[in-house]
């Protein structure tokens, strides 16, 4: 009897345990995916392993890349991939911000969503665009802060599912409103919207100035669009290798076809036929450092690794799913390092306006 009882006890607090580490450790934001719930997005889950090694010798050199027609595809599967591992281990907002003393990662992420809608003076019926719109994260925020129509586009099928589903737990689908399409190609009319917002976004553009042509079409003129952009700053060096090795880290981990330097992004804008009303680093002291959270977050990512893996031997979670970890955690160094070193930021704010005339 003191056996069973022994044994009965051992299994109760085991199994606690596992449900502990998966479910509620696992779901590190508490933003609604779990770990047992990690999928490959709209990929079967048998042929993740295979999506992951496509993907993976695409961005190996991606400025070696011959056909840059073939990336919005490449990049749609990226977002299959990580999707979940981002929502999961990140939240519903796929950005940086930068770390505010006394404030939440919650709060200062939509600190940061908010200041670029401040920029547009935008308000109650007004219709804005989110180019590159992920789950949404920080479309919502936007739409409740300005009161605006908020059409947000995005090339992946799943985060169109994702968005729509917390659109409505956010009681905002009346104001929100997402759309899949390629932002190379939108399918919108010219001089639809009343303003237009990027976060983080534009960098998987083959040319920045395919993407900004666009966007300036789809405006109103008089209307304005600012832009988070991920470049290469002015301490970065293509003559260092460690320069070189940190941006080539950052470009396979994160699906980019090539890092641009700071100083084309108002060259581009200018070029498309915008004015430039401003342009900042908002990584640059006083702003507190956007690459602690990846930082601090280290203990979490052994965790993340063990549940990932033991889900996927359970037959849980996609076999692929564990070489996706991975390579998120490769990259996240790199991005720490290129934060470090300062040569590279998540952050380069442009504001700029569509001409009236
Ligand atoms: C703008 C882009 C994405 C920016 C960030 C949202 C993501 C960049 C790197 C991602 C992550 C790295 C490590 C992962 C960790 C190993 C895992 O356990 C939990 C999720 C991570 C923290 C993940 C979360 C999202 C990022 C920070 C790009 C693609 C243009
Ligand atoms: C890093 S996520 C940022 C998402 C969102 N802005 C946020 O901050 O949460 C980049 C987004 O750009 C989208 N994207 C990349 N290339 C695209 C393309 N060619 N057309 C439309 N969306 C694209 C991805 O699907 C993804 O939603």
Partial sequence: METLTLFMTAAVIAGGGIYWFVCVLGSAEQKGKRAADLSGGSISA?????????YWSFFLRPKEIEKPSQVPDFVDTFYNLVTDIYEWGWGQSFHFS???PGKSHAAATRLHEEFAVDLLRVGPGNKILDIGCGVGGPMRAIAAKSGSNVVGITINEYQVGRARIHNVKAGLDSLCEVVRGDFLQMPFADGS??????IEATCHAPKLEDVYGEIYRVLKPGAMYVSYEWVTTGVYRSDDPEHVEIVHGIER????P???????VAETARKVGFEVLQEKDLARPPNGPWWARLKMGRIAYWR???VVSVLAKLGIAPEGVVEVHDMLYKTAEHLTRGGETGIFTPMYMILCRKPVN
Avoid: I, T
Wanted: no cysteine; charged share 35%; aromatic share 12%.
């Fill in 98 to 100: 930068p770390s505010l």
């Fill in 46 to 54: 048998e042929k993740v392993g295979d999506k992951y090694k496509q």
């Fill in 304 to 306: 993340n690794h063990v």
């Fill in 253 to 256: 981990g994160d699906a980019l």
């Fill in 258 to 264: 090539g890092l641009r330097r700071f100083d084309e």
């Fill in 193 to 198: 919207f009343d303003g237009a917002y990027s």
